[in-house]
């Protein structure tokens, strides 16, 4: 049953509702903010009870996609609102925290944060203008490049990443996090015309299927699987397991990579195998082990250290043992080799009042004979006599006259094997003063003012052995030490106004440990040195007083003529020089000894020591020196001037004397020297002989004997010497044009240096030096005809090509009529290559040397390829 309520009772109901509906909202808003209300407190109450105060509640918002602000420019652009993607045209770039992009398309969908970049494209649809995508100051190109700036994941598609002296192209690379990359089928290479994009095709690379990229903070490293060298994309059998190549700005441990080859003298080999490895900021260490196969070993460590703008040098050490031949028969051979070396240099800026430097190279007797290095044939070390070590170390001051050196030298004689020995020696000089300067700083005038005195002190020990007893205890037993003082007293002044004299007066003081006592022997039939330690002395001293002008002489010719006038200045001197004879008994420096037929012949007590021992002979000597210089000038169509100044002779001096003390031949020999140039300076001379004023007779075996007969003047020597270095520049004619004048053609990529003609050939310059050294040389000693030395050096260089290279060097001995030392190098340029070979063909040391390589350093030690010939006397080489 139902009941019905009237039509206006519910119209009024309907009405009051309507009234009512702000009071139902607001009473549902107000419940609804008591729920969230009540909520939060539950929530916070839950912090408060955990670690979180009620008053520092806050509410955390919801994590927003990016981490910095996207910013993007481009000529065009367009965003798709349904599909959240945006699109960049035309030089686009987008900046997202440290990476930067720039493309000719880019494309962004900010739902997957995936960003798409495209390089330029030509009407075929190849890349002509990559993407650039850089990355903490790095660069990387790109054709295509795909960047999840979510995940911070990248694709990219033929990236180019420029690492130290090489760049690595991979068809796709990943980018796993900011310091891993991975590449397939990525290639190396150091090409520099690839690198500035001068070519797109590299001469060379390294081919590896799969390459890993990790960067760290201070260096990077590749590693790499298998990998294969390509030589103009062609495929080579160098092979490779793996490789890892460290790119840094700092050096790395690693292992050196050996070459190997085969040598009929020893066998086998492996060249070069070691390791480096750098020690703090300042040092590296390496060693090098060499091995042959018929017994011969070779070690070479080397520590190397710099300190800029204080010092740098370097230790190095060699020693191996060389086995030749076989055991057992005639041929074979074995010797031990040593050397040991250091170099340190001081730089000039480290301080001024405290220097240290050092030259040490000391080898074994043998050690360029036997060494089975052939670059010590090649660079002519084999050809040294003699070889020395010195160590210094001199200290000035700042407000003190004096300069104190202390030094240790160590000399050796490849000939004799002697080995002469300073350790130490010590020099303390004091600088040259005026002794009465005057007080007010003015100039200098007379005999007195201009008084200089020049002094100084030297300590040294010093020895003189055979090589065998070195640091041994017979060398200590001959050791001599020394003690010297010299002062050195000089003047001069002006007289007659044309005139200078000059005084001077020197004193020398000697001390030593040592003095030698000599005798005859009569039963081994020699004479017998001994040094008996005994601290004695010596001085000496002289004075010469001598006179000095300067006379000028002009000759003109004719105006118009050639020769307009020649020019001679004369520098005559005439100086008188007195020493006793500190051979005299008074002065107890000489004592005497019976011969081995009862002869008395004296000798001095200090012969042998350091400083050496007192002259003997009262010497009251009068010189004469005549300097000359004669110039002339010509007329010259090629000087502004219209004349030209000629060098007739440079210097042409003459000089003898005269000793009123001599008991006989009191006339010294006559000394002519001479130089002067030819051809505008370029052909130099340099002449000397001596003339002897007294008669030699010879008799019938040819044999000289010296008389008193004076003005019978004989040559007794003569020397002369000629350099002329000649080049290509000297024979240039000025008015040529170069080629790149004449053709206007051009080589293309990698032939620059080519211009080609009409016809299609090439043309270049051609550079080119020659040395010519010439010696003629005549010596005149007791016999008639004496000894002569003529020889004839050359040395130079011609470039065939822009890359091609060719040096030499010979001489030609015309007494002996003999080929001497010859070399003979080539060197050809291949742009990322060295190719040399270095080739001795005459002589004792007949060796060739060929070397192809890379030049970048982080792959000149892994990549060449040596061979070497040895030095056999029947080699065909």
């Given at each position: 049953?139902?009941?019905f309520?009237p ?11 309507i009234?009512?509906i702000?009071?139902?909202l ?6 609804s ?7 939060q407190?539950?929530?916070?109450n839950?912090i408060?009870?955990d670690?979180?105060?009620k008053t ?7 994590k927003e996609?990016?981490d910095d602000?996207?910013?993007?420019k481009?000529e065009?652009?367009r965003?798709d609102v ?18 930067q ?12 944060g995936?960003?798409?970049a ?10 002509i203008?990559p ?11 790109t054709?295509q490049f795909t ?10 598609y033929?990236?180019?990443?420029e ?8 068809e796709k690379?990943k980018?796993?996090s900011d310091?891993?990359f991975t ?5 190396y290479t150091?090409d520099?015309?690839f690198?500035k ?12 299927k799969d390459?890993?990229l990790?960067k ?7 590693i ?5 060298m ?7 059998p ?13 050096r790395?441990?690693g292992?050196l990579i050996?070459s190997?080859g085969?040598?009929?003298?020893v066998?086998?080999?492996?060249n070069?195998l070691?390791y ?7 040092f ?16 070479r460590?080397?520590?190397n250290?710099?300190k800029n703008?204080?010092?740098s040098g370097?230790f190095?050490?060699?020693?191996g043992t060389t086995v030749r031949g ?8 074995k ?11 001081q730089?000039s ?15 074994s007797?043998k050690?360029?004979n036997n060494t089975?290095?052939n ?6 070390n084999?050809?040294?006599?003699q070889?020395n070590?010195?160590l210094?170390l001199?200290?000035?001051?700042l407000?003190?006259?004096i300069?104190?050196?202390?030094t ?10 002697t080995v002469?020995l ?17 007080k007010?700083?003015?100039?200098r005038q007379?005999?007195l003012?201009?008084l ?8 040294s ?12 205890k017979?060398m200590?037993?001959r ?6 003082n010299n002062?050195a007293?000089?003047?001069?002044t002006?007289v ?7 005084l ?5 003081n000697v001390l ?7 005798s005859?022997?009569?039963v081994?039939n020699t004479?017998?040195?001994t ?10 001293f002289s004075?010469s007083?001598?006179?000095?002008t300067?006379?000028y002489?002009?000759l003109?010719?004719?105006k ?7 020019r001679?200045m004369?520098?005559p ?6 020493s ?6 008074g002065?107890?420096?000489f004592r005497?000894y019976?011969g081995?037929?009862g002869?008395?012949s004296?000798?001095s007590i200090f ?5 050496g021992?007192?002259?003997?002979g009262?010497i ?7 300097g000359?210089?004669?110039e002339?000038?010509?007329?010259s169509?090629k ?8 060098k007739i002779?440079?210097s ?6 005269y000793n009123?003390?001599?008991?006989n ?7 002519v020297n001479?130089?002067t140039?030819?051809?505008n300076?370029k052909?130099s001379v340099n002449?000397s002989?001596?003339?002897d004023?007294?008669?030699t007779?010879y008799?019938d075996?040819g044999v000289?004997t010296r008389t008193e007969n004076?003005?019978?003047?004989s040559?007794?020597g003569?020397?002369?010497q ?5 080049n290509?520049e000297?024979?240039?004619n000025?008015?040529?044009?170069k080629?790149?004048?004449i053709?206007k ?13 009409d ?9 080119w030096t020659?040395n ?12 008639r005809?004496?000894?002569?030395v ?8 011609v470039?065939l090509?822009?890359?091609?290279n060719?040096?030499w060097?010979?001489n ?14 080539f ?5 990322s290559?060295i190719?040399s ?18 030049k970048?350093?982080?792959l ?18």
């Open positions: 049953m139902f009941n309520e039509y206006n009772f519910k119209v009024n109901r309907i009405k009051i509702g009234k009512n702000p009071l139902f607001i009473i549902l808003i107000f419940n903010f008591l729920a969230n209300l009540n909520a407190i539950s929530v916070k839950e408060v009870n670690t979180v105060p520092d509640t806050l509410k955390i918002p919801a996609q990016l602000v996207v910013r993007t481009a065009y652009n965003n349904n599909k959240k993607m945006s699109f960049f045209n035309e030089k686009a770039q987008m900046i997202y925290q440290d990476i992009i720039d493309a000719d398309y880019i494309s962004i969908d900010w739902n997957t995936i960003v798409f495209r390089g330029k494209l030509d009407k075929n649809g190849r890349v203008e993407v650039i995508t850089t990355q903490a100051g790095k660069k990387y190109e054709d960047f999840n700036y979510k995940t911070r994941q990248a694709i990219a033929n990236a180019r990443t690492e130290s002296e090489g760049v690595i192209v991979a690379t980018k796993v310091s891993v590449m397939r089928r990525g290639m150091t520099d015309y690198i994009k001068k070519d797109t095709t590299a001469d060379y690379y390294l081919l590896a390459i890993k990790v760290g903070k201070t260096k990077t490293q590749v790499t699987g298998p990998v294969q390509y030589i103009e994309q062609v495929p080579t160098l092979i490779l397991p793996f490789a890892i190549l460290p790119f840094s700005e700092k790395s441990a292992i050996p190997f085969e040598r009929e003298d066998g086998f080999f492996l070069g070691g480096y490895q750098p020690i703090g900021e300042h590296d260490f390496k060693t090098l082990i060499d091995f042959y196969t018929k017994g011969s070993w070779n070690i460590p080397e520590l250290y710099k703008y204080r010092y370097n190095m050490a060699e020693m076989i055991k057992g028969l005639s041929d074979y051979s010797a031990a080799t040593y050397r040991i070396g250091w170099r340190h240099q730089d800026k480290a301080n001024p009042y405290l220097n240290f430097s050092a030259s040490v190279d000391i080898v007797n050690f360029y089975v290095n670059n010590y044939f090649i660079n002519q084999v050809l040294n006599t070889q070590s010195t210094s001199t200290k000035r001051f407000t003190l006259p300069t104190i050196t202390g240790a030298s160590y000399s050796q004689n490849f000939t004799d094997n002469n300073r350790l130490p020696q010590l020099n303390v000089a004091i600088n040259q003063f005026y002794l009465f300067k005057p007010d700083g003015g100039p007379g005999l003012e201009n200089t005195i020049n002094t100084g002190l030297n300590f020990n010093y020895v003189t052995a055979q090589g065998a007893i070195m640091f041994k017979e200590w037993d050791m001599q030490t020394g003690l010297q002062i007293l000089g003047t001069n002006t007659a106004k044309y005139f200078t004299l000059s001077s007066a020197n004193a020398n030593t440990t040592k003095i030698l006592s000599r005859y022997n009569p081994t004479i017998e040195d040094y008996n330690k005994k601290i004695s002395g010596f001085s000496t004075t007083a001598s006179m000095q300067t006379l002489g002009m003109n010719f004719k118009g003529s050639a020769i307009q006038a020649i001679h004369m520098t001197s005439i100086g008188f020089t007195y006793p004879d500190f051979g005299a008994p002065w107890g420096y005497n019976y081995m037929h002869a008395m004296a000798y012969e042998g020591s350091v400083f021992s007192p002259s003997v009262l009251q000597s009068l010189g004469f020196n005549i000359n210089n004669i002339m000038k010509v007329r169509k000087d502004s001037t219209g004349v030209k100044k000629v002779f440079e042409l001096n003459l000089s003898g004397g009123f003390a001599a008991p031949f009191k006339w010294s020999m006559i000394n001479a130089q140039s030819f051809f300076n052909l002449s002989l001596v003339i004023p007294y008669e007779i008799n075996l000289g004076f003005g019978r003047f040559l007794q003569f020397n002369v000629a350099a002329f270095p000649l290509s000297l024979f240039k000025e008015k040529e044009a080629p790149e004048e053709y053609t051009k080589g293309e990529i990698r032939n620059e240096n080519y211009f080609f003609d016809h299609n050939y090439a043309h270049f310059t051609q550079p020659l010519l050294n010439a010696n003629y040389a005549y010596y005149k000693t007791a016999t005809f004496g000894n002569r003529a020889a004839l050096g050359l040395d130079g260089t470039k090509t822009p890359f091609w060719i040096n060097s010979s030609y001995d015309f007494i002996t009529k003999k080929i001497g030392y010859t070399r003979l190098g060197n050809r340029d291949q742009r290559f190719i070979f270095n080739w001795i063909p005459f002589g004792q040391y007949k060796v060739y040397d060929f070397f192809i390589g890379i970048a350093n982080i000149k030690d892994a990549l060449k390829y040596k061979a070497r010939s040895f030095t056999e006397p029947n080699s065909p080489f």
